[in-house]
């Protein structure tokens, strides 16, 4: 037996791609603050040195993990033959929310810059979409950046929510506690955030998604001269 298979190391070669889906995979199961080199290394069988041969640091790599996320979903995407490009972005948002919200560790590192080029052709997918439907092209540049910034930042603010939740403290007790200081508030200050209080205690966090991405379309809807 050789001396490497002896210490327990992996013989066969270590790619970018082998390290960034390991990653994935812990990142999936201990979340970013419990990710560290030493899982990674224990997961790939090999030392830290062949691991910063295809990554600078913990950062790259999560943003290298994050971007590969998104890519394995949109590889998986194909348009139902026939539909109409609001349905077919409506499933393109749904889909990406889904994944960052399976991926939850991902979705605040989420960013539009050639440093993540699936986030770039997630972008490029949504604006397309749009340039397909009635909307001046005018307004494609900032219809398209906005949805996009929409999706990033819902499923950013959910995700970091949820790693703010004290240790033993679930999601419906920890929006059931600020629903409880909402109500508290003066209502002659803050009318509308005590009327709707108790909604925020009993929301979905995908349909409040939902709803947004339908006014927008509904926006979009409404800028068809023939409609």
Known sequence: MSQTRSRGRRTDALSKDVVVRAAVELLDEHGERGFTFKLLTERLQTGAGAVYWHVANKDELILFATDKVIGDALATLSPEP???????????????????????????????????????????????????????????FAAATALFLYLTGVTAQDSSRATTVEPG??????????????????????PFITRIAAELGDHNDRDQFITGVDLFLDGLRAQDPTG
């Open 169 to 190: 403290v679930n999601r419906n007790e920890h929006l059931g506690q600020e629903a409880e200081r909402w109500a508290a508030l003066d209502p002659a200050r803050f």
């Open 82 to 140: 026939g539909t109409d490009a609001e349905t077919r972005l409506r499933t393109l948002l749904l889909t990406m929310y889904d994944v960052l919200d399976d991926h939850s560790w991902a979705a605040p590192h989420v960013v539009a810059a050639h440093s993540m080029p699936s986030a770039l052709l997630l972008l490029e997918r949504v604006g397309s979409l749009i340039a397909e439907t009635s909307l001046p092209a005018r307004r494609h």
